[in-house]
């Protein structure tokens, strides 16, 4: 099958997992084109059957903002039609969905009909789908797509309430690739961040506000009073200036450690005790299973997908949004007691083995399949 796949390519987890799902189905043989204006950051070696279609933008002084998506349109009507694609995925409804109407619009013109699969991975339906500037557009661009799914129950029940949806959607979860995310002996960087044995926290997000990242400092505040422990913050963005102004505030500078963006990740999760993920808004909590699969607890907050991924009192605990008093307290009684603690970890592996790669790809394939086959029937 030659598949189309158009994403953001940055490290926001709608990006993560369309690069992921595209290499995992090269390496089941499938000839996979990214379609996207750079190269994504999981794509960063070269992979057998994986293509990359850089969209070019156009600097004219008549546009104060550049029309990147009639670029992206042009670039998708021209690789379906010069590679032969037989269908596109599209990832994030805004702006990808819409342009994948206008594309398939055109394409028809020259004979060719092309199915196109959305997937929706959260803020484009709760924050940007639903916003007015955009909800008729991105109604509109769920219910002509061919195939819909979202990656978690509560992500399609979020969609079905917030749009008038016509079209079936279907649950696929994120996935986990576990030759890449499993425990490691890694204890030269354990020794190098906690070099008198203390526990090691983390929490890895792109720094927004609904990622509450403050939280993940004031519950490392509290749970360092109890016991000896490091914090590793992980990623970038917006709210990276004024969490460093934060950890100067509660006098723990010496003790966090803020390690910007990783490419390898799954080196850092390796020598983590314990996982702390209190956000707003999660369609899923893909750090987390990412996290589970290193076999790390979780404390999270217990909203969106997450409860679909983190089970209380088994992979480790869900407490209300904003709630950090909870959840320190939650930590401590996991990192107290080893024995305690090595339960957490065999339960959050364990777990975290149902959203296996290999278990999700089928999935997909087969939907690609059925969409395929129900396209041709209505030409």
Same mark, same amino acid.
């Given at each position: 099958?030659?598949?189309?796949?158009?994403?953001?390519?940055?490290?926001?987890?709608?990006?993560?997992?369309?690069?992921?799902?595209?290499?995992?189905?090269?390496?089941?043989?499938?000839?996979?084109?990214?379609?996207?204006?750079?190269?994504?950051?999981?794509?960063?070696?070269?992979?057998?059957?994986?293509?990359?279609?850089?969209?070019?933008?156009?600097?004219?002084?008549?546009?104060?903002?550049?029309?990147?998506?009639?670029?992206?349109?042009?670039?998708?009507?021209?690789?379906?039609?010069?590679?032969?694609?037989?269908?596109?995925?599209?990832?994030?409804?805004?702006?990808?969905?819409?342009?994948?109407?206008?594309?398939?619009?055109?394409?028809?013109?020259?004979?060719?009909?092309?199915? !196109?699969?959305?997937? /929706?991975?959260?803020? @484009? =339906?709760?924050?940007?789908? %639903?916003?007015?500037?955009? $909800?008729?557009? &991105?109604?509109?661009?769920?219910?002509?797509?061919?195939?819909?799914?979202?990656?978690?129950?509560?992500?399609?029940?979020?969609?079905?309430?917030?749009?008038?949806?016509?079209?079936?959607?279907?649950?696929?979860?994120?996935?986990?690739?576990?030759?890449?995310?499993?425990?490691?002996?890694?204890?030269?960087?354990?020794?190098?961040?906690?070099?008198?044995?203390?526990?090691?926290?983390?929490?890895?997000?792109?720094?927004?506000?609904?990622?509450?990242?403050?939280?993940?400092?004031?519950?490392?505040?509290?749970?360092?009073?109890?016991?000896?422990?490091?914090?590793?913050?992980?990623?970038?963005?917006?709210?990276?200036?004024?969490?460093?102004?934060?950890?100067?505030?509660?006098?723990?500078?010496?003790?966090?450690?803020?390690?910007?963006?990783?490419?390898? !990740?799954?080196?850092? /999760?390796?020598?983590? @005790? =314990?996982?702390?993920?209190? %956000?707003?808004?999660?369609? $899923?909590?893909? &750090?987390?299973?990412?996290?589970?699969?290193?076999?790390?607890?979780?404390?999270?907050?217990?909203?969106?997908?997450?409860?679909?991924?983190?089970?209380?009192?088994?992979?480790?605990?869900?407490?209300?949004?904003?709630?950090?008093?909870?959840?320190?307290?939650?930590?401590?009684?996991?990192?107290?007691?080893?024995?305690?603690?090595?339960?957490?970890?065999?339960?959050?592996?364990?777990?975290?083995?149902?959203?296996?790669?290999?278990?999700?790809?089928?999935?997909?394939?087969?939907?690609?399949?059925?969409?395929?086959?129900?396209?041709?029937?209505?030409?």
């Amino acid at each position: 099958m030659k598949i189309g796949i158009v994403c953001y390519p940055t490290y926001g987890g709608s990006g993560v997992v369309a690069t992921e799902i595209g290499l995992g189905l090269a390496r089941r043989g499938h000839e996979v084109h990214f379609i996207t204006y750079k190269r994504p950051a999981r794509l960063n070696s070269f992979s057998a059957n994986v293509y990359l279609h850089e969209v070019s933008s156009f600097d004219y002084p008549l546009f104060e903002y550049t029309p990147y998506e009639t670029a992206l349109a042009s670039k998708m009507v021209d690789v379906v039609k010069y590679e032969g694609l037989d269908i596109l995925h599209v990832h994030y409804a805004i702006p990808h969905a819409a342009v994948a109407y206008m594309a398939k619009q055109i394409l028809k013109t020259h004979g060719i009909n092309i199915p !196109v699969v959305t997937t /929706l991975h959260g803020t @484009d =339906i709760t924050l940007v789908g %639903s916003n007015t500037s955009f $909800f008729p557009v &991105a109604e509109f661009s769920i219910n002509e797509s061919d195939g819909v799914t979202t990656v978690s129950k509560q992500l399609k029940k979020q969609t079905e309430e917030t749009f008038n949806v016509k079209t079936d959607i279907k649950v696929i979860y994120n996935f986990i690739d576990f030759h890449r995310f499993r425990k490691t002996d890694k204890d030269h960087f354990k020794k190098a961040i906690a070099p008198d044995g203390e526990k090691i926290m983390v929490h890895v997000s792109n720094f927004r506000k609904v990622k509450r990242v403050e939280d993940v400092i004031h519950v490392f505040a509290k749970v360092q009073e109890a016991i000896p422990c490091k914090l590793m913050l992980i990623g970038d963005g917006p709210e990276r200036q004024k969490m460093e102004e934060l950890c100067r505030e509660v006098g723990l500078c010496s003790e966090i450690r803020f390690l910007g963006k990783q490419d390898a !990740v799954e080196e850092l /999760l390796a020598v983590a @005790d =314990i996982f702390i993920l209190p %956000s707003a808004n999660e369609s $899923f909590g893909l &750090a987390a299973l990412e996290a589970m699969a290193c076999e790390v607890p979780v404390v999270s907050s217990n909203i969106g997908g997450i409860p679909e991924v983190n089970i209380d009192g088994v992979t480790g605990y869900l407490c209300n949004v904003g709630d950090v008093d909870d959840m320190a307290q939650k930590a401590i009684s996991i990192l107290e007691n080893d024995e305690v603690h090595q339960k957490f970890r065999t339960a959050a592996f364990e777990h975290a083995k149902t959203f296996d790669i290999n278990n999700i790809l089928p999935i997909y394939e087969d939907y690609y399949n059925d969409v395929i086959e129900k396209v041709k029937t209505y030409v």
